[in-house]
């Protein structure tokens, strides 16, 4: 048995899905056979190489779908036992942040090595309020960048949204900062002088890269805009959440120092008039078409646009194309999602994982009713008329 990993090498390339494993294996066999409760339809075979990303991905996409049907488990065929310790570390902090409410992992999560060559995961059947979600496609601030928000966390922006926040606030610091080309940025504090820029929660700062010289000014240009939005989407998410809103600044260069805090230095990009336009209505268009929002006692004509201006701020030399962009965002009450909506799946009749649809995903999280003489909750995805 131990010998059995080379030779079962060349048969995974001939079978990539491993489902002749099933059909080869006692146990594997039996498994099938005898088990009632909610599961995949094939096990899953743990091997090594480079499938094993793909293998984690499977398997946490399952648990997922599994914890939103209530119980179920997942069987693995284990080719080496050695897999085993790699596959528990990689999987543990995950499974744990599967878990919709303040279960504990051991009160929904169990593992049984049946021997050497097969695990079995299962889902306890705990009764769970909220779905468990994957991924919520939604950001938190940290001082030094972002992180994934907790299903608590969310559950408190879903239900509350920016508590006691009453009226939309605008980040003001952007009017604090000096911009020179080539010198550290500072900000103005409260007495007058003047402190250098740091980075914190709900202000960020990204450099962009220079152009190569042999590139096309419009293809640079295609990727400057890219850029921005790839970098911006997840702030707007995380800094919508804070009270204060938050600003990612582009443009500012982070030179780091041995033992010390690093510094953040100007250099601007040079973007015409009509550069600026383009990039302001990419920016405007994507907020609206690639994100989606969940705001609390949404105001009529509220658009997704409104939380958030692009800003180009002049820098001090004897270029007047050179700004630094600001992508300044608001707080609201509720939640963004960057990617459309969050991840989240259920198992099929047939036992495969399946995406739910954000309705779904909606209605699972049982968001608060409409309550008379209450504003109710409105649901906004992209330009889609609202579900509540
Ligand atoms: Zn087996």
Request: charged share 25%; aromatic share 10%.
């Amino acid at each position: 048995m131990a010998s059995k990993y080379p030779q079962d090498a060349g048969q995974d390339q001939a079978n990539p899905q491993g489902q002749q494993r099933g059909k080869e294996c006692q146990t594997c066999d039996t498994y099938q056979r005898d088990v009632t409760l909610p599961r995949l339809s094939t096990p899953l075979q743990l091997k090594k190489g480079p499938d094993k990303d793909k293998i984690i991905s499977t398997f946490l996409n399952a648990m997922n779908a599994l914890l939103n049907k209530g119980e179920g488990c997942v069987f693995f065929h284990i080719d080496d036992p050695n897999l085993v310790g790699f596959f528990d570390e990689a999987v543990d902090d995950k499974l744990k942040l599967l878990i919709p409410n303040d279960f504990l992992f051991h009160q929904v999560f169990e593992r049984t090595h049946i021997d050497k060559n097969h695990v079995v995961f299962r889902v306890r059947s705990t009764k769970r309020p909220f779905i468990s979600t994957l991924s919520f496609n939604s950001k938190v601030s940290l001082d030094r960048g972002l992180d994934d928000p907790t299903h608590a966390q969310m559950r408190r922006w879903i239900e509350e949204g920016s508590l006691s926040l009453q009226t939309s606030v605008q980040n003001t610091i952007a009017s604090k900062l000096t911009f020179k080309k080539g010198k550290e940025v500072m900000v103005r504090n409260d007495g007058g002088s003047e402190v250098p820029f740091q980075e914190s929660v709900e202000m960020q700062a990204k450099q962009f890269e220079p152009k190569p010289e042999t590139m096309l000014e419009t293809d640079w240009f295609m990727n400057v805009k890219e850029f921005l939005w790839a970098k911006s989407r997840p702030y707007i998410t995380a800094f919508s959440k804070l009270q204060t809103g938050g600003s990612v600044f582009f443009g500012l260069r982070e030179e780091k120092l041995e033992g010390v805090t690093g510094k953040f230095v100007c250099d601007g990009i040079k973007l015409s008039e009509n550069k600026r336009a383009d990039v302001d209505k990419t920016i405007r268009n994507k907020i609206k078409t690639e994100m989606a929002w969940l705001i609390h006692d949404c105001p009529k004509g509220w658009n997704p646009e409104h939380a958030v201006s692009v800003v180009f701020h002049a820098v001090t030399a004897n270029e007047p194309d050179l700004c630094v962009v600001e992508i300044a965002v608001k707080s609201v009450r509720g939640v963004s999602f960057y990617d459309k909506q969050p991840v989240a799946y259920k198992l099929t009749s047939r036992g495969s994982p399946q995406p739910v649809t954000f309705e779904e995903w909606a209605k699972r999280q049982e968001l608060p009713l409409p309550v008379p003489g209450t504003e109710r909750v409105d649901l906004i995805e992209a330009q889609n008329p609202p579900l509540y």
